[in-house]
């Protein structure tokens, strides 16, 4: 097993056809979601006890304008 990693741009292109050119979009949607959820993690980890109450989720720049 190789300790190679692909890069998301190969990953993209490997998960888009040219037969369903809208899986480009899922494949985007899915991916933000990925680093929405990343991102939460972290802003949580960090001051979470500090600030219990505080909307983790506000200021998510991986967030699209939806709300979970």
Same mark, same amino acid.
């Given at each position: 097993?190789?300790?190679? @990693? /692909? @890069? @998301?741009?190969?990953?993209?292109? &490997?998960?888009?056809?040219?037969?369903? /050119?809208?899986?480009?979009?899922?494949?985007?949607?899915?991916?933000?979601?990925?680093?929405?959820?990343?991102?939460?993690?972290?802003? &949580?980890?960090?001051?979470?006890?500090?600030?219990?109450? &505080?909307?983790?989720?506000?200021?998510? /720049?991986?967030?699209?304008?939806? @709300?979970?």
């Amino acid at each position: 097993m190789s300790d190679y @990693t /692909p @890069t @998301t741009e190969e990953v993209r292109n &490997r998960y888009i056809s040219e037969e369903f /050119p809208e899986d480009e979009a899922e494949f985007d949607r899915w991916l933000a979601e990925v680093k929405a959820k990343a991102w939460l993690e972290g802003a &949580r980890s960090v001051g979470e006890d500090e600030f219990p109450s &505080r909307e983790w989720d506000e200021g998510n /720049p991986y967030r699209q304008g939806e @709300t979970e």
